[in-house]
């Protein structure tokens, strides 16, 4: 998807949510327009998703960092070449015993052609969640994640995300943090624009995505 198309879509999510919905409306004005860069190295946009689970922003970008620069021109970031990578060289950069195990079976599954990451986008949503949701690690959030920063479908709603619950609770004016049907029924109106809700609903708070770990 070419950026001026994203944008369109953006820019048409945006007017349709402010006829769907009244309560985003100051979101979106004072928000004005909510960037999306696609990341277009799949694997890469898996392993991060896979890093960021259950951290804050500033902790997963800082051993996505040290991650990659485990690598070099002689050594390429490729999955065969993370796939032989040790666990305890994983764990140097920060990453749990448990997350440097779903990063190498990440790897071994693209590395072999099990996983084959550039046929996902031919595939609708939920067939690319089926997908990916066998592989150590990666669950629905993690892929709704890939969908929305490497993909960029326009209709994908995190409901374990904690930043969205958090914006929705505050901008709805809930007393609790809304569980995952009262979000699901909440945000029926957004449809077919609901990462573009999601998206101005994590701006609204300076948030990043964050799984909340329920």
């Known amino acids: 998807m070419d950026n001026t198309h994203l944008e369109h879509q953006l820019h048409a999510g945006a007017l349709y949510l402010i006829e769907a919905d009244p309560i985003l409306v100051p979101i979106i004005k004072q928000v004005s327009a909510v960037p999306l860069t696609l990341q277009t190295d799949y694997f890469w946009s898996l392993v991060s998703a896979i890093i960021a689970q259950q951290l804050s922003g500033q902790a997963a970008a800082t051993i996505g960092k040290r991650f990659k620069a485990l690598f070099s021109d002689e050594r390429p970031l490729t999955p065969a070449n993370v796939a032989v990578a040790s666990v305890e060289e994983l764990r140097g950069v920060g990453l749990s015993g448990q997350k440097a195990s779903y990063v190498l079976d990440l790897a071994s599954r693209v590395a072999d052609g099990s996983l084959d990451l ?58 609790h943090l809304p569980k995952k049907p009262d979000l699901m029924d909440l945000a029926e109106p957004w449809r077919p624009y609901r990462t573009v809700a999601t998206l101005y609903l994590w701006r609204s708070l300076d948030g990043t995505p964050e799984e909340s770990g329920e």
């Open 118 to 175: 550039d046929g996902l986008s031919t595939m609708d949503d939920e067939e690319i969640i089926a997908r990916l949701l066998p592989i150590k690690g990666i669950g629905r959030w993690t892929a709704e994640m890939f969908l929305i920063f490497s993909l960029g479908r326009m209709d994908v709603l995190p409901v374990d995300d904690l930043g969205l619950r958090s914006a929705v609770q505050r901008a709805y004016g809930l007393h």
